[in-house]
């Protein structure tokens, strides 16, 4: 079905958590624009649905300026759709016409949405789009990798006498030699925990040199070590299963300081905001992806978006997860399988 003013208009009726906001309503005069251009990338291939058309639109919102409203249309069919813009499309003059009144709908856009929206536009770029378009790739590329185990360096938490996993792998510390010596980047069934996987697919991607994670996790060993203190000689000489309770509570301060000084330093998770699909806040190819924690500042879980795909006629959004799922294998999912409820659900931009 093609694009043309009425079907655009129409989205303000059907699309109203993504429309709603009355600062939006300036755009209306331009969807005999929005609708040439739209079928200028179907006419490339592309398929836009409804959702992603008042996605791309509403991200227009940068003031009534055509060539800015153009320029930033464009890119974001070309992030929904992966079609480069065909020529026509930057040629499509924003003329003003009639507005149409849109029915009364749905409430509006929360305002603590809207926030979240504003800070995920400022932290994309087309850079970090471009990036994050590698980053799904590459991960597409290591699926079946890896076995997940929950897992902490030695240095930290010891694992003398504990069961870390009921899944099967060659090599528990393959990731903590990795990030201190170099060398290739674990394959096959070597150990390793979520964000690890995430790390590591970075890094085979080219987006996370060895000397930006060398450092990140030199940085984070120290501050753990100095939360530790004399306790961890007397853990590393005792099996975990007898540790006294204050060595225990010491060394979960030591391992929570540690992981937040490796997520502040390259997940980005401290800007992670809530995934809300119905009001435009899905994660895009590449970007990283939390499962928010139960008891910590820590995610209970961490991995990367595929973006949005069209499975049996259906858009689905997706994530590579090295996890529970699939026998604890770097696995291709759906979004919404990586938490109960959608509220526990947060992303960031790519960050690397």
């Not at 009921?166 to 150990?191: L, S």
Request: with cysteine; net charge positive; proline share 6%.
């Amino acid at each position: 079905m093609a694009w043309d003013a009425s079907r655009v208009n129409a989205l303000w009726v059907t699309q109203r958590s993504l429309l709603g906001d009355p600062f939006l309503d300036y755009l209306k005069k331009y969807v005999d624009a929005f609708a040439t251009i739209a079928n200028a990338f179907e006419a490339a291939g592309a398929q836009i649905d409804d959702q992603s058309m008042a996605l791309a639109m509403c991200n227009c919102n940068t003031g009534d300026n055509v060539n800015a409203i153009r320029r930033i249309f464009i890119g974001e069919l070309e992030d929904a759709t992966g079609i480069e813009p065909p020529p026509a499309a930057s040629t499509v003059t924003f003329v003003a016409g009639s507005v149409v009144p849109t029915p009364p709908g749905r409430d509006p856009i929360p305002p603590r949405v809207l926030a979240d929206r504003q800070r995920v536009a400022a932290m994309r770029s087309p850079q970090k789009t471009r990036r994050g378009a590698i980053l799904a790739r590459t991960a597409r590329s290591l699926l079946g990798q890896w076995r997940w185990v929950d897992r902490a360096p030695d240095s930290i938490l010891p694992y003398r006498g504990r069961r870390a996993s009921q899944t099967q792998y060659t090599d528990i510390h393959a990731f903590d030699r990795w990030v201190q010596g170099g060398g290739p980047a674990p394959t096959g069934t070597t150990a390793l925990n979520c964000r690890d996987a995430v790390l590591v697919t970075a890094s085979v991607a080219g987006l996370l040199s060895h000397g930006e994670l060398r450092a990140a996790y030199r940085a984070a060993e120290v501050q753990a070590k100095a939360i530790l203190g004399d306790v961890l000689l007397d853990m590393q000489r005792t099996s975990a299963t007898d540790w006294t309770k204050q060595q225990s509570k010491t060394g979960t301060k030591a391992y929570v300081a540690y992981v937040k000084r490796i997520d502040e330093t390259l997940t980005a998770y401290p800007h992670a905001v809530p995934v809300k699909r119905k009001f435009g806040l899905i994660p895009q190819a590449g970007d990283v992806v939390f499962v928010r924690g139960s008891a910590s500042a820590l995610p209970d879980h961490v991995c990367l978006s595929l973006g949005r795909n069209r499975i049996n006629g259906q858009l689905v959004d997706e994530v590579a997860s090295l996890w529970h799922h699939n026998n604890g294998t770097f696995t291709r999912a759906k979004l919404t399988d990586m938490a109960d409820y959608e509220d526990d659900l947060l992303y960031v931009p790519c960050p690397f």
